[in-house]
């Protein structure tokens, strides 16, 4: 079996990648059904990183922020004027 330059270019281009992530994950390297290459690390079931090469170069990434607190507002003095 003989394996395209191109997917072998792509891997080693993107293999780096796999030192970032903690081993709670899981790589996954596929050829698409249009014959492009396309590797995913999934955690949880959730895709973190994807990449991909077709016509185009695609790169999707998840970035690691903490969620956004959300505070409560208190009510104007015109609400609490309406209140009492």
């Not at 072998?8 to 596929?30: K, P, Y």
């Not at 995913?40 to 079931?45: F, G, T």
């Not at 990183?49 to 003095?77: D, I, M």
């Amino acid at each position: 079996m003989r394996v395209s330059s191109k997917v072998l270019a792509f891997f080693a281009a993107v293999n780096w990648v796999g030192l970032a992530f903690a081993s709670d994950g899981s790589w996954r390297f596929d050829i698409e059904e249009r014959g492009n290459p396309e590797l995913r690390y999934s955690q949880k079931n959730k895709t973190v990183f994807y990449v991909g090469r077709g016509h185009a170069f695609g790169l999707h990434a998840v970035y690691p922020a903490a969620h956004k607190k959300v505070e409560k507002k208190l009510p104007s003095r015109s609400q609490m004027q309406i209140l009492e």
